[in-house]
Each structure stands twice: as C-alpha cells, then as structure tokens.
C-alpha cells in the first residue's frame, strides 16, 4: 500500500513538474512554442504536449496565436501582481526616474535561496542605447553587484564574498562582467524589506556607473522609505 501511494505522488510530482516546465518553456521563449517545439523541449510526445498546453491555456496561462504556437496568457499578469505589490508599487515610479536620470536599465532584485531575482526592471526614456534584459533575470547571490548587495543586508558570514563585506562597508555593491561581459553593475540593498531587495543598474559605460554609485544608493534609500508604515497623528491637546 506505502508502495502504491509514493508511486502515485511521484507521477503527481512528475506531472506537475512538467506542466510547469512546459510553462516556464513558453514564457522564456521569447516567440511563444509549437505543440512540436515543446515535444522536443519535454522529450514527449507530441500528444502530451498538446495536452499539456490545453490545460495551460483553459487556466490562462498560455494563448494559442494566429501563428499556430502558444503564447504568455494574460493570467500571468494577475499572477505577477500578486508577488510582493507593496515593494513593486513603492519602487516603480522611483526606478523610473532614476532610469531618466542616468539613461540607464534600472532593475528591483530580490533574494530568493541561492540567487538574486529581478521582479521589475525600467528602461530609460532618455537613452536610445542601453543594455536590455527581462524581468526573472536570476544571477548567483556570491556573483555580481546585485547579489553582492543582498548578500550585504544580511549579518556578516566568515566564508562570504570580499566584494559583499566592501559592499557593506560603504552602502553600495558593484562589478565588471561578472553577469554580462563588458557590462558595469551597481547595486545598493533597500531597507526595512522581506525578502531582502535591492536596486541595480547595468550599463556597458563605465563614466555612466561610477556617476550612478550615489544615485542607485539613494534610489535605494527612498523605496524603503516609501515602504516604512506612516506613524498615526496625534489628537490635539
């Protein structure tokens, strides 16, 4: 009987691992999937695979286009507004007119296990060149300045990165090509947050970071200021 049930929480498992795989394969393609393109992505099937998309998309989560693949559906959004609004809506407008102020991508990662997360990135609208990415960037906590600036609101560790100590010294996290080669990177953690968050900037310039240190630690400074609960009025007398 024990048999029995672990076998069936293993094609539970299974199955579920594979829905999600399948639509994880979708989001990050970035021209939506075939029935056929997932087979191969699955090693399945071609019939799984439809199945697997059917029951995707009934819950929204993927469209079938004109185009014969599947794409994001528009469920996701819902999905996506429900992670951490309270950070995302104090950092929005802020991340928006730092990215005007230096003509740079501006990102919100937070810490989540091993690696540093984006959950909302903003391109200038002063810039027409600037580095790209998309939001769900993950990048290890021990490599590149926004894992460094995590990692530097967290309690000091003996094994811990000589760049997250300095980081936490001076309030700020930077690196060279150690995510995107070439590519300049500072970060500063944002306070009073769970999970742990921070604000990056990336850029291929380097005059461009070294102006951003101060900005990107104030940006940093402000959203979680906006984050901090408003003490009630006293009555008068």
Do not use: W
């Given at each position: 009987m024990?048999?029995?049930?672990?076998?069936?929480?293993?094609?539970?498992?299974q199955?579920?691992?594979?829905?999600l795989?399948?639509?994880?394969?979708v989001v990050?393609?970035?021209?939506?999937?075939?029935?056929?393109?997932?087979?191969?992505?699955?090693?399945?099937?071609r019939?799984?695979?439809?199945?697997?998309?059917?029951?995707?998309?009934?819950?929204?989560?993927?469209?079938?286009?004109?185009?014969g693949a599947y794409?994001?559906?528009?469920?996701?959004?819902?999905?996506?507004?429900?992670?951490?609004?309270?950070?995302?809506?104090?950092?929005?407008?802020?991340?928006?007119?730092?990215?005007?102020?230096?003509?740079?991508?501006?990102?919100?990662?937070?810490?989540?296990?091993?690696?540093?997360?984006?959950?909302?990135?903003?391109?200038?609208?002063?810039?027409?060149?600037?580095?790209?990415?998309r939001?769900?960037?993950?990048?290890?906590?021990?490599?590149?300045?926004?894992?460094?600036?995590?990692?530097s609101?967290?309690?000091?560790?003996a094994?811990?990165?000589?760049q997250?100590?300095?980081?936490?010294?001076?309030?700020?996290?930077?690196?060279?090509?150690?995510?995107?080669?070439?590519?300049?990177?500072?970060?500063?953690?944002?306070?009073?947050?769970?999970?742990?968050?921070?604000?990056?900037i990336i850029?291929?310039r380097?005059?461009?970071?070294?102006?951003?240190?101060?900005?990107?630690v104030?940006?940093?400074?402000?959203?979680?200021?906006?984050?901090?609960?408003?003490?009630?009025?006293?009555?008068?007398?």
């Amino acid at each position: 009987m024990a048999g029995s049930a672990t076998g069936r929480a293993q094609t539970g498992s299974q199955t579920l691992a594979r829905g999600l795989h399948a639509l994880m394969a979708v989001v990050e393609s970035g021209r939506g999937m075939t029935v056929q393109d997932l087979a191969r992505e699955l090693d399945v099937h071609r019939s799984i695979a439809y199945r697997i998309l059917q029951t995707l998309a009934d819950f929204g989560l993927v469209a079938h286009g004109s185009d014969g693949a599947y794409h994001p559906g528009a469920r996701l959004a819902t999905l996506a507004g429900a992670y951490l609004p309270t950070l995302r809506e104090a950092a929005l407008p802020i991340l928006r007119e730092t990215a005007d102020e230096l003509g740079c991508t501006v990102a919100l990662f937070v810490a989540e296990g091993r690696e540093a997360v984006a959950i909302e990135l903003v391109e200038p609208t002063t810039a027409t060149h600037h580095i790209a990415f998309r939001s769900g960037m993950r990048t290890p906590l021990d490599r590149g300045a926004a894992g460094y600036a995590l990692m530097s609101a967290g309690g000091p560790a003996a094994d811990e990165p000589a760049q997250v100590t300095l980081a936490r010294e001076r309030g700020y996290a930077t690196s060279l090509g150690e995510v995107l080669v070439g590519a300049y990177a500072v970060a500063a953690p944002v306070p009073h947050t769970h999970p742990r968050a921070c604000v990056n900037i990336i850029t291929h310039r380097e005059d461009q970071a070294a102006v951003a240190e101060a900005q990107v630690v104030k940006a940093a400074q402000r959203i979680g200021q906006a984050l901090r609960p408003v003490p009630p009025e006293l009555p008068a007398g």
